[in-house]
């Protein structure tokens, strides 16, 4: 048996407050094995009774060596890793991926219905994150039914990605130069069928959630985050907009096509968690939106890029042309080099801005990938807002700046 | 008093303890069924038909596991804490009448343990001891989750409990109403003055005070604060394993058996029901079903409602249902003077009348207080 060590307050004690080291107030570890810490986070908490005096984030317990392990693949193997990160925005993670892979590389030629399924996929992927998000959030006030009609309706979601890729979360679906192959038959009705049944589950919610008064009560006015301590420290995504910022990726520096959308980016300008709740509520109908628009206008049509370089060629040609044998063989292999530069895309997960820094050097293993993830930088601020809460507000807090830890520790 | 006297409170006892064992075991097979429905979910069904075996497994699950005493706790007080938190849950039934009297052997036997002539008195008393088996588990469980738990439950208790004794005193003065002597604390006197009419149709609002305060007392969602699994982890039973913490989730549901029997006792008129007066077995049968359909609310509640906060909790027992008792003892009381003194049937109308007036009052307050912390928003 381990010897169990005895835990001086000396180690930490320049992180609580004076009153901590007198026994005043309590200093108390919130997990990492926790309910309410969306994984292995672990907060060490400083209470005054119940009171949040300080909250000191841990993270580290999940870490997975992602971005190191990718430096050992080439570029096709890569992209699997990518799903691991934050495992509710698998489909988003393919898409930064890819698209930092296509712009070192500099493959433009991605046909429009790729770019077309790639929308309506992250979209289903956002609509998906979300649902878990309101079910965790529902479940972290005791709501917990809401967290079972949110998982019911998921279901919907994954099967439709099993539909295309095969696979329910872990998809790597997106592949540089376009998408895997192209979406069954079926896909059109699945989706179709969702975009019907959806909107009226999403006025379920709200008929529980939004108006009830002891929910209204957990959370009006609570953790408000002002806007300019947002932007100082660097928070994206619906907890940014809540603050009253207009600022969405998908609107500011579209990519994939999304200028062609019509969507609304919704803004709160209150900063709680309640505004971080109903702008979330309304990504729900904007993203449905953008769906149908990208559903309606899906051209037929390649999937993928004809640019044998970077693109495996079809199967079929395959036993009939010696050149694509050569380049099946290469990229199989090998992999396909990429130049000695560094890029940087980024796009709009569920949570923010999801930054994919890649750095070739002219090899077909890239050199050096960094992630810019938007839980990290949106869990930065937390110490700043929980101050002065209850416990029990913390759980809410928390839970309203959605953070995925699979995406904290890459 | 002879032996046999003895033999039949011993014997009512025992079985009234061991409907209440059974009780608990299939409330919580009720439960998760009932819940399961209302999410789109199966609920256990595998062992036996329905999943009725259920209980059973969980309780030889509970029996076997390993008992952990975790390290540094004060280990008396951690053993006597689920004792003391069972055993009012159990004794409070006393009291509570199942029905009038049948004939056994030549015997008049009385459905009830006890006929105590202050039993208002003694749930009132009983009901709150059971608190201090949750404070002393969570102190001397060395877990500052357990801790908070504990004092939160006490805080609770403190909140409600007055809220409770005043809305039962509105049942106790209308038990008046029909009886020359006065009200009374007897339990059996309160149903049988209810055979012409429930007391819920007199004091609806006394009902839904007592009804909120009692989930309150038996800790359940929405108040389910002292054990907050997504705050405190499961607060003051963290520490707690295998039979130890079955004592505690005994004490909880059986307390809500007894909790409902109590309330459909007082305001829904127990054991009364067509035909009892000449089959007096028919007793038992209608208070399950009443006990049931407030099992069913209870379960219901913690389906739809977040969890209240602490401190907003203390503020709506002390500042909204407290003051709000108060003015329906008041509306009762002078209420049923004057139907003494005039003997019209426009004062007693006014009763049920003037209390859902106070309590649209009440409400109306809640949504001003909300509508102003929200600056409009909602």
């Known amino acids: ?410 | 008093m002879d032996w046999t006297f003895w033999l039949e409170v011993v014997i009512k006892g025992f079985v009234l303890c061991l409907i209440l064992l059974t009780g608990f075991a299939y409330l919580t097979w009720y439960e998760r069924r009932a819940l399961a429905r209302m999410q789109v979910r199966v609920g256990p069904n595998r062992a036996g038909p329905q999943g009725l075996l259920q209980p059973i497994a969980d309780a030889v699950k509970l029996i076997f596991k390993e008992e952990f005493t975790p390290g540094r706790v004060y280990k008396v007080i951690f053993v006597l804490a689920p004792v003391l938190t069972v055993v009012p849950s159990l004794i409070l039934a006393a009291v509570v009448p199942l029905g009038t009297s049948f004939n056994l052997f030549g015997r008049e036997i009385n459905l009830h343990v006890a006929n105590i002539n202050v039993g208002v008195l003694y749930i009132m008393s009983i009901a709150s001891i059971s608190v201090y088996g949750i404070v002393l588990a969570g102190w001397s469980s060395n877990n500052k989750y357990a801790m908070l738990g504990g004092i939160r439950s006490s805080a609770q208790m403190i909140s409600y409990e007055l809220a409770l004794g005043l809305s039962i005193a509105a049942a106790i003065i209308l038990s008046g109403l029909a009886n020359p002597d006065g009200g009374s604390m007897n339990l059996i006197e309160i149903v049988n003055a209810q055979k012409g009419m429930w007391f819920v149709v007199i004091q609806p609002v006394g009902a839904l005070i007592f009804w909120i305060a009692t989930l309150a007392e038996v800790n359940r969602a929405p108040f389910d604060m002292p054990e907050a699994e997504q705050e405190l982890t499961a607060g003051f039973h963290s520490e707690y394993s295998g039979m130890k913490f079955a004592l505690f989730f005994m004490a909880e549901y059986q307390k809500m058996i007894v909790i409902s029997m109590i309330m459909a006792t007082l305001f829904f008129g127990g054991y009364l029901g067509p035909g009892v007066d000449k089959f007096p077995l028919l007793g038992p049968v209608y208070l399950f079903l009443k006990v049931f359909v407030l099992l069913f609310f209870m379960i219901w509640v913690r389906a739809t409602w977040p969890r209240i906060r602490y401190d907003r909790l203390m503020a709506f027992g002390w500042k909204i249902l407290l003051p709000l008792s108060l003015v329906v003892v008041f509306i009762t009381a002078t209420g049923i003077v004057f139907v003494d003194k005039y003997h019209s049937q426009l004062y007693f109308w006014s009763i049920p009348v003037l209390s859902i007036f106070s309590a649209m009052v009440a409400v109306m307050f809640i949504y001003r207080d909300l509508r102003r912390k929200s600056h409009g928003r909602v």
């Open chain 1, 1 to 410: 048996m381990a010897q169990l060590e005895e835990v001086s307050i000396e180690k930490f004690k320049h992180l609580v407050s004076e009153r901590a080291l007198t026994g005043e107030t309590m200093l108390l570890n919130m997990g990492p094995q926790h309910p309410s810490t969306h994984g292995v986070l672990r907060l060490l908490l400083e209470l005054d009774g119940e009171i949040v005096v300080n909250c000191i984030p841990d993270i580290g317990y999940l870490h997975t060596g992602i971005e190191k392990n990718m430096e050992a693949k080439t570029y096709q193997k890569a992209e699997v890793m990518t799903d691991r990160l934050d495992y509710m925005n698998t489909m988003g993670n393919n898409l930064a991926y890819v698209m930092a892979v296509e712009k070192l590389v500099g493959l433009d030629d991605v046909p429009v219905r790729a770019q077309a399924l790639r929308v309506i996929l992250v979209e289903l992927q956002r609509i998906a994150s979300h649902l878990v998000w309101l079910g965790a959030f529902g479940l972290d006030l005791a709501a917990m039914s809401v967290f079972l009609y949110c998982f019911r309706d998921r279901e919907l979601i994954l099967d439709i990605f099993e539909l295309v890729s095969g696979q329910r979360m872990m998809t790597t679906y997106f592949r540089p130069g376009g998408v895997w192959r192209d979406v069954p038959v079926e896909f059109e009705k699945a989706v179709r069928d969702f975009l019907k049944i959806f909107p009226r589950r999403v006025d379920e919610y709200e008929k529980l959630m939004t108006k009830n008064p002891l929910f209204v009560d957990r959370l009006v006015g609570i953790g408000h985050l002002d806007k300019d301590v947002a932007l100082q420290y660097g928070v994206t995504g619906p907890t940014l907009r809540a603050s009253g910022v207009d600022w969405d990726l998908r609107k500011s520096r579209p990519y994939c096509g999304y200028e062609q959308y019509d969507f609304n980016v919704p803004i709160r300008t209150e900063g709680d968690t309640y505004a971080r709740y109903l702008v979330r509520i309304d990504e729900f109908r904007e993203s449905l939106k953008i769906i149908e628009q990208a559903l309606n206008k899906l051209p037929m049509g390649p999937v993928r890029s004809e640019n044998r370089k970077f693109v495996p060629p079809p199967r079929s040609e395959i036993g009939t042309s010696m050149e694509a044998l050569i380049h099946h063989f290469k990229l199989w292999t090998e992999g396909f080099p990429a130049p000695k530069a560094s890029v940087y895309s980024a796009v709009e997960s569920p949570r923010g801005e999801l930054g994919m820094y890649l750095e070739g050097d002219g090899g077909p293993k890239p050199h050096r990938i960094h992630l810019r993830t938007p839980s990290f930088d949106n869990l930065a601020v937390l110490p700043e807002i929980v101050k002065g809460h209850f416990v029990a507000d913390l759980v809410a807090i928390l839970a309203s700046i959605d953070i995925v830890l699979g995406d904290i520790d890459r």
